[in-house]
């Protein structure tokens, strides 16, 4: 995922606002000021995270505000909520940023990403050929990080210790 452009952020919260007007919702000072967090994160994270992440910031959000404004922006598309095989959903932002597939840790749980037309391709050749408007895909590569010890679990529990999060039990199994 690339760096955040400011022009992706205006952009978001211009379809956020037509949205919201448009399904006559509030238009929240708290619900941009959570696009504008998604918006400049870099990575798939859960409610938790971003809720906490937010606190961090001194914004004054519940997470039941958290909660319901993903799944507004979810419904507009300007965040993508994937399961990645746990039970926690995991978000990251959309609008403007590249198509991409994703390959998941089954040791640390990182998730990575990468991107390839051939995917595509795959998409519409499969589409054409049974007459399938296919309109969006999942693919997960699983396995483990080629690296001992591997860099990701590392990071991940720092990262988890910063946020005075206790590390989820799947998170400190080793495996060795
Ligand atoms: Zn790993
Ligand atoms: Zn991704």
Known sequence: MSA???AN??????????????????KTPERFAILEEIYNRADHFDVDEL???MKNKNYRV???TVYNTLDV??????VTK???????????????YRQHDHLICTDCHKVMEFCDPRVQNIQNMVGDML????????????????RDPCDNRRENEVEKDLQGVPARPAEVQTTT
Do not use: W
């Open 9 to 26: 952020i205006d952009s978001a919260k211009t379809i956020l606002r037509a949205y919201l007007e448009n399904k006559g919702l509030r």
């Open 51 to 53: 809720y906490i992440s």
């Open 73 to 78: 922006l979810v419904d507009c598309n300007l």
């Open 62 to 64: 519940s997470r039941a």
């Open 4 to 6: 955040p452009k400011q």
């Open 82 to 96: 994937h399961q990645f095989g746990r039970n926690l959903a995991q978000y990251e932002k959309s609008y403007g």
């Open 131 to 146: 007459k399938f408007n296919v309109m969006h895909h999942s693919l997960i590569f699983y396995g483990s990080c080629q």
